[in-house]
């Protein structure tokens, strides 16, 4: 039968590092003290759950190889070598923003629509704005695709976003909200003379 063990640390005793499991700041000292009597899953679940700031995360793992070195580091922050050399290299070379998290964006699409193209399409949009993007494909034999066409009016403005029905509703409502008492008054009428059925029963009533 396995048994749940939970470990409280004092605030007193835990150091800078990572969040302990009782709302102090436990650092790496706490997981070495915790590992030797958890599974080696639940000990590495136990230290990346505590790791909720990545940046900051970082920092004290630079910090603690700094001063034990890359073997002792890894093995406290429960990751692998070359990870520790990796952060540790590019804070020697960046400093504290060398850490940050770094865009994963391409630098270069080698498939993007040229300037010449997006100009073409940005004066038709101006010179027929009526016109939707597949039409306007259709009729000038453009190279984009309609979706392209529509991606390049979303980025230099040429779309206006379509509000929402509720969003209509409460300008309508906010209008309304301004008028004063029976200022605006609707009314319906029917004329019964079309239906013959009702015309001698009105000539009665009037």
């Not at 605006?184 to 009702?198: E, G, N």
Request: proline content about 6%; hydrophobic content about 35%.
């Amino acid at each position: 039968m396995e048994r749940l063990i939970v470990f409280v640390v004092h605030e007193s005793e835990a150091g800078e590092g990572v969040d302990g499991p009782a709302g102090g700041r436990a650092g790496p000292r706490w997981a070495d003290r915790i590992r030797p009597w958890l599974p080696p899953v639940i000990s590495t679940w136990y230290v990346r759950c505590a790791t909720r700031d990545a940046y900051n995360h970082r920092l004290r793992l630079v910090q603690y190889a700094r001063q034990h070195g890359i073997k002792p580091t890894a093995r406290a922050f429960a990751t692998t070598a070359p990870t520790v050399r990796k952060w540790l290299s590019r804070y020697k070379q960046h400093g504290p923003s060398g850490l940050r998290e770094l865009s994963r964006a391409q630098h270069h699409c080698p498939h993007k629509t040229s300037s010449a193209i997006e100009e073409q399409v940005l004066a038709l949009r101006k010179k027929l704005p009526t016109f939707g993007a597949a039409r306007l494909k259709r009729e000038f034999d453009l190279l984009p695709s309609h979706m392209a066409i529509h991606r390049i009016w979303r980025e230099h403005g040429l779309i206006r976003k379509r509000r929402k029905k509720y969003q209509r509703k409460q300008d309508l409502a906010a209008v309304k909200a301004t008028w004063r008492l029976f200022q605006q008054i609707s009314a319906d009428t029917k004329d019964l003379c079309d239906i013959p059925q009702f015309w001698p029963q009105a000539q009665q009533e009037c």
